[in-house]
């Protein structure tokens, strides 16, 4: 009884704190707004990356120079637009100042306002700047540098899947650089293509680099809003460990390392900018952060020479968009660990792995979910079922606890080793009903954070009035027939001999719909399912010991 107490109060506490986070989704506070009469100042520096002679950087010895920065002119907007992206480019350095994505709205109430990722607003600056740094050179076609490009708009054509923007840069003595952004239909992965021409009289020597670079508003951490609840910052992977950057930690403050087949991202709720450089390269990542929000996380590469009178192409993927597991994983080795399962990627990745398997067939997340709860029913059936078994033979025993608990209420220590030994004698488990219990809440915590992080779950539609999975119920209808289904369940569970549990278990089904009005419908749909599905085993299993019972008295 007191491990009964135990779960149930540990269930309890977490449907709490679900709730909560989806009260502060639904109900977030006001965000600071800057103040347009203090000017946002970035204070990190906009110098290019300097070439840098070290083993885990280049095999090749290279003199270590400084590196003289262009003067910093102005270049003009670059338009591209694809099926799913809108861009502005910049001629200075080819820069990505602003990505909108036309597939997502900013929110169901403004369906005509794409989210904006990149933005070069002072107030929530994000960009994207790569480029070449040389070695013994004075000018190098960094984010600093003039490009040039035969035209200010680029559109994917109807008959294409590929649009191709090239920006063309020359030292003026035999080195020619063409940089290229790649983009493909229905893609938020573009390549970013580096073509280096020397037909100068010595050998050139550059590294390439890619900065992600955001000033974020200044937004307390607030209950009332989720957002500010959410991982919001950068993140690594090295080619065997994911790790996310905290920048209000010390720990990261001057964060360096060095690997191949790695990439870096920065995160924030169902949406990520990452960069992923050539997997048989090893770069160099460094993270510069101040007290002002700002943050630039840095990948340099080694050193790639170019001879004279030769040419060398090389390149890196970027990913702007929303966590889409299957293009994050088509860009980069484990790309989908940016979608932030938490602690339970272990349970949520293969959860999700097989809604997705599922959705190619039905083409509806609702429906996956059902039917995938059904899957989970049936994988744990023999175990749920015994664990049934058990509860139903705790029914049949109900007369007989009752007249233990009659005899012994004044002598509670009695009391406990007549009713264990009453289950000794009848062959019972008391806490065997409780594991089914034990078993799917993983799988509930995990489905909590699939629909809540997964960008294929944001704004998806079951049908009818459910028009978002990873919000809540607008109308409150799914939490009403969980209630009723959890009421069914309690009503098949066996009786508690304890007039205390059995009043509070009484009234946990309208405890449940009040708390859990305000999760993800999604969440709700699986609850559902699952409590249906189980009440009626239980109350199959029911019958089934119950006959066998009476023909054993018989």
């Given at each position: 009884m007191?491990?009964?107490?135990?779960?149930?109060?540990?269930?309890?506490a977490?449907?709490?704190w679900f709730n909560v986070?989806?009260?502060?989704r639904?109900?977030p506070?006001?965000i600071?707004?800057?103040s347009?009469?203090?000017?946002?100042?970035?204070?990190?520096?906009?110098s290019?990356?300097?070439l840098v002679s070290?083993?885990?950087?280049?095999?090749?010895?290279?003199?270590?120079?400084?590196?003289?920065?262009?003067?910093?002119?102005?270049g003009?907007?670059?338009?591209?637009?694809?099926?799913?992206?809108?861009?502005?480019?910049?001629?200075?350095?080819?820069?990505?100042?602003?990505?909108d994505?036309?597939k997502?709205?900013?929110?169901?109430?403004?369906?005509?306002?794409?989210?904006?990722?990149?933005?070069d607003?002072?107030?929530?600056?994000f960009?994207i700047?790569?480029?070449?740094?040389?070695?013994n050179q004075?000018t190098?076609?960094?984010h600093?540098?003039?490009?040039?490009?035969?035209?200010?708009n680029?559109?994917?054509?109807?008959?294409k899947?590929?649009?191709v923007?090239?920006l063309?840069?020359?030292?003026?003595?035999?080195?020619?650089?063409?940089k290229?952004?790649?983009?493909?239909?229905?893609?938020?992965a573009?390549?970013?293509?580096?073509?280096?021409?020397?037909?100068s009289?010595?050998?050139?020597?550059a590294?390439s680099?890619i900065?992600?670079?955001?000033?974020?508003p200044?937004?307390?951490?607030?209950?009332?809003n989720?957002?500010?609840?959410?991982?919001?910052?950068?993140?690594v992977?090295?080619g065997s460990?994911?790790?996310?950057?905290?920048i209000?930690?010390?720990?990261?403050r001057?964060?360096?390392?060095?690997f191949?087949?790695g990439?870096?991202?920065a995160?924030q709720?169902?949406?990520?900018v990452?960069?992923v450089?050539?997997s048989?390269?090893?770069?160099?990542?460094?993270?510069?952060n101040d007290?002002?929000?700002?943050?630039?996380?840095?990948?340099?590469s080694?050193v790639?020479?170019v001879?004279?009178?030769?040419?060398?192409t090389?390149?890196?993927?970027?990913?702007?968009g929303?966590?889409?597991?299957?293009q994050?994983?088509?860009?980069g080795?484990?790309?989908?660990r940016?979608?932030d399962?938490n602690?339970l990627?272990l349970?949520?990745?293969?959860?999700f792995?097989?809604?997705?398997?599922v959705?190619?067939a039905?083409?509806?997340w609702?429906?996956?979910?059902?039917?995938v709860?059904?899957l989970?029913?049936?994988?744990?059936?023999w175990?749920?079922?015994?664990?049934?078994r058990?509860?139903?033979?705790?029914?049949?025993?109900a007369?007989?606890?009752?007249?233990?608990?009659?005899?012994?209420k004044?002598?509670?220590?009695?009391?406990g080793?007549?009713?264990m030994e009453?289950?000794?004698k009848?062959?019972i488990?008391?806490?065997a009903?409780?594991?089914?219990?034990l078993i799917?809440?993983?799988?509930?915590?995990?489905?909590?954070?699939?629909?809540?992080e997964?960008?294929?779950?944001?704004?998806?539609?079951?049908?009818?009035?459910?028009?978002?999975?990873?919000?809540?119920?607008?109308?409150?209808?799914?939490?009403?027939?969980m209630g009723i289904?959890?009421?069914?369940?309690f009503?098949?569970?066996?009786?508690?001999?304890?007039?205390?549990?059995?009043k509070?278990?009484?009234?946990?089904?309208?405890?449940m719909?009040?708390?859990m009005?305000?999760?993800?419908?999604?969440?709700?749909?699986?609850?559902?399912?699952?409590?249906?599905?189980?009440?009626?085993?239980q109350?199959r299993?029911?019958?089934?010991v119950a006959a066998?019972?009476?023909a054993r008295?018989?």
């Amino acid at each position: 009884m007191d491990n009964k107490r135990i779960i149930f109060w540990g269930i309890l506490a977490v449907l709490v704190w679900f709730n909560v986070l989806n009260w502060q989704r639904d109900y977030p506070a006001p965000i600071e707004q800057v103040s347009t009469s203090n000017p946002v100042v970035r204070t990190l520096d906009d110098s290019v990356p300097p070439l840098v002679s070290s083993a885990s950087s280049s095999s090749t010895s290279v003199p270590v120079t400084a590196v003289v920065e262009p003067s910093k002119v102005t270049g003009s907007k670059i338009h591209v637009v694809t099926d799913v992206l809108d861009i502005d480019l910049n001629t200075r350095g080819g820069d990505l100042e602003r990505a909108d994505l036309l597939k997502y709205a900013k929110s169901k109430d403004e369906p005509n306002t794409p989210v904006e990722l990149l933005s070069d607003r002072p107030d929530n600056f994000f960009a994207i700047r790569s480029g070449l740094s040389a070695a013994n050179q004075s000018t190098a076609p960094s984010h600093q540098a003039l490009f040039t490009t035969a035209a200010s708009n680029y559109q994917l054509a109807q008959d294409k899947d590929e649009l191709v923007v090239d920006l063309k840069w020359s030292d003026g003595q035999g080195v020619d650089v063409t940089k290229s952004f790649i983009f493909h239909r229905g893609s938020y992965a573009i390549e970013v293509r580096y073509s280096v021409i020397n037909n100068s009289a010595a050998a050139w020597q550059a590294a390439s680099y890619i900065e992600l670079y955001r000033h974020d508003p200044a937004v307390k951490r607030s209950m009332f809003n989720a957002e500010t609840m959410s991982y919001r910052g950068p993140a690594v992977y090295d080619g065997s460990k994911y790790q996310k950057l905290d920048i209000t930690s010390d720990k990261y403050r001057n964060y360096q390392n060095s690997f191949a087949g790695g990439w870096m991202a920065a995160l924030q709720h169902h949406f990520v900018v990452a960069a992923v450089p050539s997997s048989d390269t090893r770069y160099d990542y460094t993270l510069k952060n101040d007290d002002h929000a700002d943050f630039a996380l840095l990948a340099r590469s080694s050193v790639i020479s170019v001879d004279p009178n030769q040419s060398k192409t090389f390149s890196e993927k970027l990913f702007v968009g929303p966590k889409l597991q299957e293009q994050l994983m088509t860009t980069g080795a484990e790309l989908q660990r940016t979608t932030d399962f938490n602690t339970l990627y272990l349970i949520a990745q293969p959860l999700f792995r097989l809604l997705q398997f599922v959705h190619k067939a039905t083409g509806n997340w609702g429906v996956d979910i059902i039917i995938v709860t059904l899957l989970i029913k049936l994988a744990f059936y023999w175990l749920t079922a015994s664990s049934g078994r058990s509860m139903a033979k705790m029914r049949t025993l109900a007369p007989k606890l009752k007249a233990v608990q009659e005899r012994y209420k004044d002598d509670r220590e009695q009391l406990g080793r007549a009713t264990m030994e009453l289950y000794r004698k009848e062959k019972i488990n008391p806490v065997a009903g409780c594991l089914p219990m034990l078993i799917q809440m993983p799988f509930f915590m995990g489905f909590y954070w699939v629909l809540l992080e997964s960008a294929e779950m944001h704004q998806s539609p079951f049908f009818g009035w459910i028009n978002d999975l990873s919000a809540r119920d607008p109308y409150f209808i799914l939490p009403v027939i969980m209630g009723i289904a959890n009421f069914v369940q309690f009503k098949v569970n066996p009786p508690q001999v304890d007039p205390t549990q059995a009043k509070i278990m009484a009234f946990m089904p309208i405890v449940m719909t009040v708390m859990m009005a305000w999760f993800p419908a999604g969440l709700l749909l699986y609850w559902i399912t699952n409590t249906i599905v189980s009440a009626l085993q239980q109350w199959r299993i029911n019958k089934l010991v119950a006959a066998d019972t009476q023909a054993r008295k018989s």
